[in-house]
């Protein structure tokens, strides 16, 4: 395979709302490259892109996936990313990586509350945006007028700078070509054939249409520019080659965000998509410098753009330019297991130039790592390289230590990119091992799952015992499930969700804690005052000594702390930590021979259960803040299910992608969220959820949840 330099490769997140069309699209794009020889379909597991085994059986993207295109002397690297909302923190990891975003619009539905999401992370990053209208083929996506509406709403919603680039041609023998507005040539497909289109003259019925559309690009791109502005007034139009230039660069500073037509699964339009993505889409060394945490070395020779002067060893800002001739610097973006290559890390090439047999330093974990083989990945498949180029996207297998998120690259020029950060996971289950031999197999396999997906949480509740696994939501963790079945013949029953109560005082109350033994010789001898009393949310346990004189030994103090915080951890209504209380020991006895530190932990728990007793104990649960967003005709549907789930509605927004709603949610109420809103908005509305505060449980719901969990421990204080 021939090695490309950065100035020869464009890296893009094919990005856009679920079920787009993205992993179709990418299918048909290596199909017209001619890097496969037939088109790859999702909806038989063939797709390059979607070789998951939960990503085939679910006939979705839940992780990102890397394909390329080798197409007329530049490489065009493909990143695959998920639509479905919950999952979108794939999708945002797959920005870093890249210098462009293309997104994929429905022609069904134009712009969706995904769209909006994702357009806003590639915002965030400066990441110039590609528009596809895909689907054209479909029969509801057919008429004229549709189209252009779907501009309109995409410029309310991004901009005048949303413009077209082309005009599909649409007439009896339903879509089948496309018009390009910068040409003005027009081309026109087999539609299920191989992607690759044939000149053809402009169709009559479009020859208005585009002139229109060609005028309003020509005056777009033209704006703000005084020469080409006068070009513009004095001949209506710009030469090709300035429009091009031009075009170019007003994509690559976010000026323009062009607007193309295909489809994917019948493979139409698409060798023009590659053709623009090759031509207008920035280059891998063609963005700003990367900015990066770096240290200072005195051995660094070349420190490659060092920012001021730090101290040897620290920390300062590095602005690194992608560029061969610096360091060596690699940022990993993902990690795969895969049953027959093991262990696959894909990385970028940040700067500095990759040969294969390389040993580096991964700075992240101050180890070094030998890359051994450099491969691309078409899917799931590495092909390998003997060098990857400033800016080139790549793989290595069977690293030891490296994982997502990690910087490797020069000793002598250490550099840290931030990760992209993973939001808290939304839902907790318990799981159980099925069998003892399942027993021993579960934590080594969610470990390996977990390098996959840093979204996923493993680890045990201090409380009970339990296994828990977090995860974005319900179909992720069933997701989780099938894999650790399918691949690592690990068998779980997942139990209901845990909503991870706490509980806490509502009044002050004092209480005696006494404990007393005599048995033979050496007795036992605790003896405590104890006072409780209410804290603001947040606040934890919080211990206060106020013993005068001498009433408890100095020395016993301590115990008296442990066992009151070991009682707190250990809950009084129904096992869940006390919180958000002060207990203050203020008065005690003591005996000469017979107190001990034991005497005084015992005689605590004691007194803290007493004052629990009296000091009306209640309930707190977790309180979700949760951000829905989806068509404005679901707006009602959704207030109203979220008022039957005791929410408290913060805000509603309608415009842009929709409506967004904000409230507050107990998370009891929203454990299955996902589902519901699939329900509610047919699949069309997206939500995001974190953990807020805690709040008081109402009375008689509290009453139900303590009923239905264990009994309150047993008194242990005559252990
Ligand atoms: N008519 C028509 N159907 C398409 C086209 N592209 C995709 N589909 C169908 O739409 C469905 C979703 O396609 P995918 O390629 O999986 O969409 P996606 O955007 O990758 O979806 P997620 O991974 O879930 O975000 C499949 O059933 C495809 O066959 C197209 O161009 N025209
Ligand atoms: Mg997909």
């Known amino acids: 395979m021939k090695n490309y330099l950065g100035r020869d490769v464009r890296n893009i997140a094919v990005v856009g709302h679920a079920h787009s069309g ?58 695959d990313t998920p639509g479905f909302h919950m ?16 997104v994929v619009v429905n022609a069904q539905t134009g712009a969706e509350a995904v769209t909006d999401r994702v357009w806003k992370y590639a915002a965030e990053g400066n990441l110039p945006r590609v528009l596809v209208v895909n689907q054209v083929d479909h029969p509801k996506a057919d008429s004229r007028q549709g189209r252009q509406q779907m501009i309109e709403q995409m410029q309310e919603r991004w901009g005048r700078q949303v413009v077209q680039v082309q005009l599909p041609i ?17 081309f026109q497909y087999e539609p299920d054939g191989n992607g690759r289109g044939e000149e053809i003259k402009i169709p009559e019925a479009v020859q208005a249409d585009a ?33 091009t230039a031009a075009l170019h660069e007003a994509v690559r500073e976010d000026n323009i965000f062009p607007v193309l037509y295909a489809s994917g699964l019948r493979n139409v339009g698409t060798d023009r998509l590659l053709e623009f993505l090759k031509a207008y889409a920035p280059a891998a060394t063609e963005r700003e410098p990367v900015a990066a945490r770096g240290r200072i070395q005195t051995t660094a020779g070349n420190g490659g753009g060092v920012n001021g002067v730090a101290a040897e060893g620290q920390d300062e800002i590095v602005m690194r330019a992608v560029d061969d001739k610096a360091p060596l610097a690699l940022y990993v973006y993902k990690t795969m297991t895969d049953p027959f290559t093991g262990r696959v890390t894909f990385f970028k090439v940040i ?16 180890e070094p790592e030998s890359l051994g083989h450099l491969y691309v990945m078409q899917g799931r498949k590495p092909m390998e390289v003997s060098e990857l180029h400033a800016g080139d996207l790549g793989a290595a297998v069977k690293l030891r230590e490296t994982l997502t998120g990690d910087t490797l690259g020069d000793k002598a020029n250490e550099l840290f990119i931030e990760p992209v950060s993973m939001p808290e996971p939304a839902m907790t289950y318990a799981i159980e091992p099925k069998t003892r031999g399942d027993e021993d197999k579960l934590a080594p396999a969610l470990h390996k799952l977990m390098e996959e997906d840093p979204m996923l949480r493993f680890y045990r509740d201090p409380q009970t015992n339990d296994f828990l696994v977090s995860g974005a939501g319900q179909p992720h963790i069933e997701a989780l499930v099938s894999k650790l079945k399918r691949r690592y013949h690990t068998n779980v029953i997942l139990h209901e969700p845990k909503v991870p109560y706490r509980e806490t005082v509502r009044a002050k109350a004092e209480a005696q804690g006494r404990h007393k033994k005599q ?6 001898f605790g003896d405590c005052k104890l006072r409780i009393e209410p804290q603001p949310r947040g606040t934890g346990v919080v211990f206060a000594n106020e013993i005068f004189g001498g009433a408890i030994p100095r020395q016993y103090v301590p115990a008296v702390e442990k066992g009151v915080r070991e009682s707190a951890a250990r809950g009084y209504l129904a096992g869940y930590p006390v919180v958000d209380i002060k207990v203050t020991v203020f008065d005690g006895s003591y005996h000469d021979v017979d107190s001990s530190e034991m005497a005084f932990k015992i005689a605590a728990r004691t007194g803290f259960r007493k004052c629990m007793e009296l000091a009306k104990p209640s309930l707190l649960e977790p309180i979700m ?49 996902g589902t519901t809103l699939t329900a509610i908005t ?15 449980v109402p009375q008689l719901i509290a009453e139900k949840i303590l009923a239905a969990a264990k009994q309150p421990v047993e008194d242990e204080a005559e252990e």
């Open 170 to 186: 649409v007439d009896e023998k339903g879509f089948h070509g496309v018009v390009d507005l910068v040409t003005m040539k027009a």
């Open 87 to 102: 999952f979108l923190h794939e999708t945002r990891a797959a920005m870093l990586p890249v210098e462009a975003a293309l």
């Open 519 to 524: 048995s033979g010789g050496h007795g036992q």
């Open 682 to 696: 047919q699949g069309r509305g997206s939500f995001r959820i974190e953990m807020d505060h805690y709040d008081l």
């Open 22 to 79: 993205k992993t179709t699209l990418i299918a048909a794009l290596l199909q017209a490259a001619k890097m496969t020889a037939t088109q790859g379909l999702v909806d038989d597991g063939s797709a390059v892109t979607a070789y998951d085994e939960e990503d085939v059986a679910r006939r979705t993207t839940m992780a990102n996936a890397a394909a390329f295109v080798e197409w007329n002397g530049v490489k065009i690297n493909l990143l």
């Open 625 to 673: 803040k949760i951000e829905i967003e989806a068509p404005d005709d679901f707006a009602g549907a959704l207030m109203g299910d979220l008022t039957s789930r005791r929410g408290r509605v913060q805000g509603m927004e309608s415009g842009g992608a929709g409506t967004m709603i904000r409230a507050e949610v107990p998370m009891s109420e929203i454990l299955t969220y």
């Open 211 to 243: 002139k229109a559309a060609h005028e309003a690009l020509v005056e777009l791109v033209a704006e703000g520019k005084d020469e080409l502005m006068e070009e513009f007034f004095n001949s209506g139009t710009l030469v090709e080659e300035h429009l």
């Open 351 to 366: 700067s500095g130039k990759m040969t294969a047999g390389a040993t580096v330093q991964n700075y992240t974990r101050s």
